[in-house]
């Protein structure tokens, strides 16, 4: 009969099972043929045939077994027909990612019974590395003994697991042959488990790279931080989940939701982004949700709003912590029922489209101090992901400034060969507080003002150059000195003041918030504090 292979469950480690008059083989006896130990088998010729063909067998088919998938049923196969089994198991102690099930079983009766392994036999093998069997195993129950048999899977000195067969039948009594044989499957399966394990684990990290290489996208960066974005995008891309993605404004966030729409097999159907946070709630929910004929004054005709345009397509929603109370209900029915009504009318109408949603703001905060729906929020943090601020990935810093001398030169109408190293210093040492836009608009900004063949340092905005700590090779004297006049008319503005931030930078001619912005760039925070 074939084997059957049982579930997982059915295997029960068992405490209460104690073997007696153990007959043990340790590792290094078992990879050869001892005629010493094998006296009773080197007697029989016709057994010692058999085993030996029923072995070339084993290493024959094991060899040929390519993947992890259906390993477990012929190697069974191969067990059964050189040692006589009622049933056995493959259990594994190490984790092996989700290659291989932890425990590999079948029963040779089909019984219904849970497998009951002797956990001493089992814990002695795996301490001790030695393959071992009892013709006396004894249950607490008072139930006949039966035999067991039980060897270690060892690759590359480490146990993996172990092979356990048992029979219950009177008429079957397990010998030293019958234990080499099994100690010399038990080799040979785990090193074929471990390099099948090893090139599957292979296959999948060359299909994530496939993957993330076939991921399309407009986004400039080869840091592990955009790795590991390029590669949620190759996830998520082809489920149709509500994404939520997280992170300072200039991330790229609409990048990343275009990325996914692109990748996704809504791809041939319309992307539509909307900004939350640029058009008032009246507005916005007739943007949203169309209107009908009449709904107000000027709604001369019945007009599709953006969530029925996109239809089979994708909505990307940017600063979704904006959107009013009213239309946070709303958006919750597109989400449950997918379906809504335009302004103005009464039938429903049903919506086929994926969202994705972006936000700089914390949602779960907000949803705590009720200024966001909770149960909004739940719907749309299906599947999240924060996308890493610039000053996270500043070796991307050289590409993404290359990639936008090249974009801004079409517009300002100027070829640039490249940036000074002193300039691309400046653009290292600064911190991004607006990210990837930012840069862009300093790229733009040095672009127009400069006049020769290099972006230099005089061409980048105040802001990047404040920013240069004087040790680090700053742009040139002149903006060292104009760097340390800064600093000094602050600390008089503030002195006069006696510390008052509002009242110092209305003597300057500037926003508070831009005062405080020049003494984070300044690097004056530390002195101030000390000063107060």
């Given at each position: 009969m074939k084997p059957a292979p049982c579930i997982a469950e059915r295997i029960q480690l068992d405490a209460a099972l104690v073997p007696a008059n153990v007959v043990q083989l340790r590792r290094e006896e078992g990879l050869y043929f001892a005629p010493d130990k094998l006296a009773s088998v080197l007697e029989s010729p016709g057994r010692m045939a058999r085993d030996v063909h029923g072995l070339l067998k084993v290493i024959s088919a094991l060899n040929s077994i390519r993947g992890l998938i259906g390993l477990e049923r012929p190697l069974f196969e191969l067990i059964l027909d050189v040692i006589p089994v009622e049933r056995a198991a493959i259990v594994l102690v190490e984790d092996t990612g989700g290659l291989l099930p932890g425990v590999l079983a079948w029963d040779k009766c089909q019984g219904s019974a849970p497998f009951r392994i002797c956990k001493q036999m089992s814990d002695r093998v795996l301490a001790e590395s030695s393959a071992i069997f009892s013709n006396e195993v004894q249950d607490a129950e008072g139930a006949a003994p039966r035999s067991a048999m039980a060897a270690p899977l060892i690759a590359f000195d480490r146990a993996l697991g172990f092979i356990y067969l048992e029979s219950g039948s009177e008429g079957v009594r397990f010998d030293v042959g019958h234990l080499h044989m099994l100690a010399i499957i038990a080799a040979i399966a785990a090193?074929?488990?471990?390099?099948?394990?090893?090139?599957?684990?292979?296959?999948?990290?060359?299909?994530?790279?496939?993957?993330?290489?076939?991921?399309?996208?407009?986004?400039?960066?080869?840091?592990?931080?955009?790795?590991?974005?390029?590669?949620?995008?190759?996830?998520?891309?082809?489920?149709?989940?509500?994404?939520?993605?997280?992170?300072?404004?200039?991330?790229?966030?609409?990048?990343?939701?275009?990325?996914?729409?692109?990748?996704?097999?809504?791809?041939?159907?319309?992307?539509?982004?909307?900004?939350?946070?640029?058009?008032?709630?009246?507005?916005?929910?007739?943007?949203?949700?169309?209107y009908e004929k009449?709904?107000?004054?000027?709604?001369?005709?019945?007009?599709?709003?953006?969530?029925?345009?996109?239809?089979?397509?994708?909505?990307?929603?940017?600063?979704?912590?904006?959107?009013?109370?009213?239309?946070?209900?709303?958006?919750?029915?597109?989400?449950?029922?997918?379906?809504?009504?335009?302004?103005?009318?009464?039938r429903p109408v049903r919506l086929d489209i994926r969202l994705v949603t972006a936000t700089n703001r914390d949602l779960e905060q907000a949803a705590g101090q009720g200024l966001f729906r909770r149960d909004l929020y739940y719907r749309l943090n299906v599947v999240s992901k924060s996308l890493p601020p610039l000053r996270e990935h500043k070796e991307d810093i050289p590409l993404l400034t290359s990639h936008f001398i090249q974009k801004s030169s079409a517009k300002v109408g100027r070829k640039v060969l490249g940036i000074a190293t002193a300039a691309e210093g400046c653009l290292m040492n600064y911190d991004w507080p607006g990210n990837v836009r930012e840069l862009e608009n300093a790229i733009e900004h040095a672009m127009v003002l400069g006049s020769t063949d290099l972006l230099l340092p005089e061409d980048?905005?105040?802001?990047?150059?404040?920013?240069?700590?004087?040790?680090?090779?700053?742009?040139?004297?002149?903006?060292?000195?104009?760097?340390?006049?800064?600093?000094?008319?602050?600390?008089?503005?503030?002195?006069?003041?006696?510390?008052?931030?509002?009242?110092?930078?209305?003597?300057?001619?500037?926003?508070?918030?831009?005062?405080?912005?020049?003494?984070?760039?300044?690097?004056?925070?530390?002195?101030?504090?000390r000063s107060v």
């Amino acid at each position: 009969m074939k084997p059957a292979p049982c579930i997982a469950e059915r295997i029960q480690l068992d405490a209460a099972l104690v073997p007696a008059n153990v007959v043990q083989l340790r590792r290094e006896e078992g990879l050869y043929f001892a005629p010493d130990k094998l006296a009773s088998v080197l007697e029989s010729p016709g057994r010692m045939a058999r085993d030996v063909h029923g072995l070339l067998k084993v290493i024959s088919a094991l060899n040929s077994i390519r993947g992890l998938i259906g390993l477990e049923r012929p190697l069974f196969e191969l067990i059964l027909d050189v040692i006589p089994v009622e049933r056995a198991a493959i259990v594994l102690v190490e984790d092996t990612g989700g290659l291989l099930p932890g425990v590999l079983a079948w029963d040779k009766c089909q019984g219904s019974a849970p497998f009951r392994i002797c956990k001493q036999m089992s814990d002695r093998v795996l301490a001790e590395s030695s393959a071992i069997f009892s013709n006396e195993v004894q249950d607490a129950e008072g139930a006949a003994p039966r035999s067991a048999m039980a060897a270690p899977l060892i690759a590359f000195d480490r146990a993996l697991g172990f092979i356990y067969l048992e029979s219950g039948s009177e008429g079957v009594r397990f010998d030293v042959g019958h234990l080499h044989m099994l100690a010399i499957i038990a080799a040979i399966a785990a090193t074929v488990l471990e390099n099948a394990r090893h090139l599957q684990a292979l296959d999948r990290e060359n299909q994530r790279l496939r993957d993330e290489a076939k991921v399309q996208h407009a986004m400039v960066g080869e840091s592990g931080r955009m790795r590991e974005v390029y590669q949620f995008i190759s996830k998520v891309a082809r489920s149709d989940s509500t994404i939520l993605l997280l992170g300072e404004s200039g991330t790229g966030k609409e990048l990343v939701a275009r990325a996914i729409h692109q990748n996704s097999p809504r791809s041939r159907q319309p992307f539509v982004a909307i900004n939350c946070a640029a058009i008032t709630e009246t507005l916005l929910e007739s943007e949203l949700f169309g209107y009908e004929k009449g709904a107000f004054t000027g709604a001369a005709a019945q007009t599709r709003g953006k969530l029925e345009v996109a239809e089979g397509g994708t909505v990307f929603l940017d600063e979704i912590g904006e959107l009013a109370p009213a239309l946070q209900a709303k958006l919750l029915r597109v989400l449950q029922e997918h379906e809504f009504t335009r302004v103005g009318g009464t039938r429903p109408v049903r919506l086929d489209i994926r969202l994705v949603t972006a936000t700089n703001r914390d949602l779960e905060q907000a949803a705590g101090q009720g200024l966001f729906r909770r149960d909004l929020y739940y719907r749309l943090n299906v599947v999240s992901k924060s996308l890493p601020p610039l000053r996270e990935h500043k070796e991307d810093i050289p590409l993404l400034t290359s990639h936008f001398i090249q974009k801004s030169s079409a517009k300002v109408g100027r070829k640039v060969l490249g940036i000074a190293t002193a300039a691309e210093g400046c653009l290292m040492n600064y911190d991004w507080p607006g990210n990837v836009r930012e840069l862009e608009n300093a790229i733009e900004h040095a672009m127009v003002l400069g006049s020769t063949d290099l972006l230099l340092p005089e061409d980048l905005p105040d802001s990047v150059l404040d920013a240069v700590p004087g040790e680090a090779g700053s742009a040139s004297q002149f903006h060292a000195a104009v760097r340390e006049a800064k600093r000094q008319l602050i600390r008089a503005a503030l002195a006069e003041a006696n510390g008052n931030y509002t009242r110092a930078a209305k003597n300057l001619g500037l926003q508070r918030n831009y005062l405080h912005r020049l003494i984070r760039n300044l690097a004056l925070q530390d002195e101030l504090k000390r000063s107060v």
